[in-house]
């Protein structure tokens, strides 16, 4: 696959756009959505197109959600796909909207076009570190994931990467019963009471490459639970049982961590 085309919305310092366009001269960048799917010819010119809404800095409404202008780049990818007659296979980095009203107007759009949609995270379809695939069929009792990264963004990651392996277990998915969410002091409490199997937690922890030391001077202290309190200032779980009576958690823990990927 080559990336041949890009529009990135905002360049704020650190933005790599301009190094990765010199090092890669077949990517060109344009100045609008429209430009980035013609290649400045008037008409489609690509044969997928990539919608990543995040990063940036964007309004948070109440709930705490960042409102990434994901519908608002699939209206301009639409309006060519119009304006050309054809359509491509589109994939959404994540959630569709922020706005539950527009992310079903987003699928009722890929649906009346005939168009390949697909939303979530990219990690499931990722490496992994051992290799890992589950057998078809395996039986799975508990799952825990560890790591970093905020809500609304990152916890995707952990939850899809969770769901892509889990998922192939005797039956497939069920569907989930229920979802409880921890944070703050409300984490820790149920960290001490062992809502979930703290034993998995020390084990996703033992497979990163770069647990944050928990004392100074030192590379290979295993963090204690104090050391955690100290070191991750806003810890994050969602604990929630699966239909045909599975557990699985999934962990927040920056500060802790700097891995690239999650840990399960």
């Known amino acids: 696959m080559?990336?041949?085309?890009?529009y990135v919305d905002q360049h704020p310092n650190g933005d790599l756009t301009e190094d990765r366009a010199?090092?890669?001269?077949?990517?060109?960048?344009?100045?609008?959505?429209?430009?980035?799917?013609?290649?400045?010819?008037?008409?489609?010119?690509?044969?997928g197109v990539m919608l990543v809404g995040e990063h940036g800095?964007?309004?948070r409404n109440e709930k705490g959600q960042t409102k990434y202008p994901?519908?608002?780049?699939?209206?301009?990818?639409?309006?060519?796909?119009e304006a050309s007659g054809k359509v491509v296979p589109v994939f959404?980095?994540?959630?569709?909207?922020?706005?539950?009203?527009?992310?079903?107007?987003?699928?009722?759009?890929?649906?009346?076009?005939?168009?390949?949609?697909?939303?979530?995270?990219?990690?499931?379809?990722?490496?992994?570190?051992?290799?890992?695939?589950?057998?078809?069929?395996?039986?799975?009792?508990?799952?825990m994931c560890v790591c970093y990264g905020g809500v609304d963004s990152y916890d995707f990651h952990g939850l899809e990467?969770?769901?892509?392996?889990?998922?192939?277990?005797?039956?497939?998915?069920?569907?989930?019963?229920?979802?409880?969410?921890?944070r703050g002091e409300n984490f820790w409490k149920a960290y001490q009471e062992k809502v979930w199997p703290t034993e998995l937690v020390e084990a996703a922890l033992c497979r990163s490459h770069t647990l944050v030391p928990a004392r100074e001077g030192?590379?290979?202290?295993?963090?204690?639970?104090?050391?955690?309190?100290?070191?991750v200032k806003n810890p994050v779980a969602y604990r929630y049982k699966h239909a045909d009576g599975l557990m699985s958690t999934m962990i927040l823990m920056s500060g802790l961590l700097r891995d690239d990927r999650d840990r399960l």
């Open 218 to 231: 030192f590379n290979n202290i295993f963090p204690t639970l104090n050391d955690m309190k100290r070191i």
């Open 92 to 143: 959404n980095d994540k959630h569709l909207s922020w706005n539950w009203e527009w992310a079903k107007e987003m699928y009722d759009t890929a649906r009346r076009m005939k168009f390949p949609l697909m939303a979530g995270s990219s990690l499931p379809v990722t490496w992994r570190t051992p290799s890992l695939e589950f057998p078809a069929g395996a039986r799975v009792e508990e799952a």
């Open 70 to 81: 994901r519908y608002e780049f699939f209206k301009e990818i639409v309006k060519v796909f």
């Open 2 to 6: 080559d990336l041949v085309s890009l």
């Open 161 to 182: 990467t969770t769901q892509g392996m889990v998922e192939r277990r005797r039956g497939g998915e069920a569907g989930v019963e229920w979802v409880q969410a921890y």
């Open 57 to 59: 800095k964007y309004e």
């Open 22 to 47: 010199k090092r890669f001269p077949g990517m060109k960048v344009y100045p609008t959505i429209a430009e980035a799917l013609t290649s400045g010819t008037g008409k489609l010119a690509v044969d």
